[in-house]
């Protein structure tokens, strides 16, 4: 989960700038026109009686759970197959836990329970459901803009939809349109607000071309990046597997029922026409792979069944299709406890690989500035290329330290730098530490940086520096140094 450190850490810089307790105030301001208000808010209570780290999973765990037993509400509300109740399990740990997009994953139950709400409204409207619909999309932006964009876009279509099978269907969309209305005023007064506050940093965090990275692989992809981060063979049977499911159930799409194709239509579009990075925001298209699997699931209804198939078709195929549907729920069950079995095992053996890290951060002060060098940004344990990129941002959360580079950088978090305390190291130095200079990077401010590296340091990487920065403690891959003042460091040698 490669961004948990950091949402970790904005949780606990809002933790302490709420209570008056934060050594970092001066630098920092509390950014109320987030719209990750709802993660970070069921968060900050209980981080002041557990570590933040343990606040943060509660909220994930409870996320989760959320999410299933949202979608399994949906999956009755269209009249689905109740067994493909098992996709639902998955798509949760895909590219976006990979990731560790904390506030877009706690946001995903609070989606689909919009489309639920607004859905039940577009077909039976009323002025408590539209009230129900125009709250929720209220929370819903206030938990995540994009997944308000998505959730806003498929209930609306959905709403078209449901007025299109009603003649005449005009008078009716524009008549119950209200609560749709409302909640896109709602983002609008919010990007306007929010844009004349970002107006004071200078546009900083939007900057940065758009890359659409088009290619052949997002089709083959659309289910892979539902499951996991990183291909491998467990990943792979299970991508290959599932979607054969349904029709080995003997379950097809009803084409009468469009309303249930609309949210996979949709996921689908988004991966083949929206950019992989925009407006400072990464895996832009890529994340949306969270409804894959359980739009596709939504689109096969109770209204068709093998029995009818079987009989069409001769003695041989009717056995075939007999065999196929005998076994699907086992294949089902059996590759879905794989999947759960593998992201278990990435876990423990990730926790046993990370262990190093608490060897540098015991020696480590409390409330001290800190610099992350992530040279060697690979778990092997965890099969993921970027699970160390933002670790070290684990002291901000452990002992109230300041780690650049830091979330609070972005123009979206609910804790941000001040307009003038920005820090010279910006967005996308994680990516590359190796440009790291002493002087462009203000290295002076920092009292401990934390390395993790697969080869000798460079006796260049402190280059400038009156005196460069000492080793204090070194584990697995994992080196802390120390800047002291040079007549300290004469005084030990």
């Keep these: 989960m490669v961004d948990f450190p950091q949402h970790a850490g904005q949780v606990a810089l809002l933790r302490d700038l709420v209570a008056g307790s934060s050594p970092w105030a001066s630098l920092f301001q509390i950014n109320l026109f987030t719209p990750y208000l709802v993660g970070y808010g069921l968060a900050l209570p209980f981080s002041f009686f557990m570590p933040v780290g343990a606040a943060i999973k509660i909220v994930f765990s409870a996320a989760y759970v959320a999410f299933v037993f949202a979608l399994v509400a949906l999956r009755k509300h269209f009249k689905a197959d109740p067994r493909l109740d098992w996709f639902f399990l998955l798509s949760f740990f895909g590219i976006s836990y990979y990731w560790g997009f904390f506030t877009f994953l706690t946001a995903a139950p609070i989606a689909v329970a919009f489309i639920l709400v607004a859905d039940r409204y577009a077909l039976e ?42 003649r005449p269907w005009a008078g009716r969309w ?31 965090g939007h900057a940065g071309p758009v890359v659409w990275n088009w290619n052949w692989k997002r089709l083959v992809k659309i289910f892979i990046d539902s499951l996991g981060g990183k291909t491998d063979l467990p990943l792979l049977v299970t991508a290959c597997v599932l979607p054969l499911i349904p029709w080995m159930l003997g379950l097809r799409i009803d084409k009468r029922r469009p309303a249930t194709w609309v949210m996979f239509t949709f996921t689908f579009l988004i991966a083949l026409t929206l950019p992989v990075f925009a407006m400072a925001t990464g895996l832009l298209y890529i994340r949306f792979a969270l409804f894959t699997l359980p739009a596709y699931a939504l689109m096969f209804t109770l209204s068709r069944s093998a029995a009818p198939r079987q009989a069409r078709h001769g003695t041989a195929l009717a056995q075939a299709a007999s065999i196929a549907e005998r076994i ?31 060897a540098v951060l015991a020696p480590m002060q409390h409330a001290q500035r800190a610099l992350s060098l992530p040279f060697a940004q690979r778990s092997e344990a965890a099969n993921n290329d970027y699970a160390y990129l933002h670790f070290g941002t684990w002291y901000q959360s452990e002992k109230q330290g300041l780690v650049d580079f830091n979330f609070a950088w972005l123009p979206p978090q609910i804790a941000r730098f001040k307009p003038d305390r920005l820090p010279a190291v910006t967005y996308g130095f994680e990516h590359s530490p190796h440009d790291f200079n002493w002087h462009k990077h203000h290295g002076e401010n920092y009292r401990y940086f934390l390395v993790r590296h697969s080869e000798p340091l460079s006796p260049d990487l402190f280059m400038g520096a009156d005196c460069a920065p000492a080793p204090v403690m070194a584990s697995g891959a994992w080196t802390l140094l120390e800047r002291r003042e040079c007549n300290a460091v004469s005084a030990m040698k």
């Design 125 to 166: 409207p009323s002025f408590k459901r539209g009230m129900a619909t125009t709250l929720l999309g209220i929370v819903l932006l206030a938990s995540h803009g994009l997944m308000f964009v998505f959730g806003f876009a498929v209930a609306g279509i959905l709403y078209t939809v449901r007025c299109c099978a009603v």
């Design 174 to 204: 524009l008549r119950h349109l209200w609560p749709f209305v409302i909640a896109g005023l709602a983002c609008l007064v919010y990007f306007l607000v929010s844009t004349r506050l970002q107006a004071q940093y200078g546009g900083i």
């Design 328 to 358: 699907a729920m086992p294949l089902m069950i059996a590759v879905t406890w794989l999947m759960l079995g593998q992201h278990s095992l990435h876990a423990w053996r990730f926790a046993g690989e990370a262990r190093d890290f608490e």
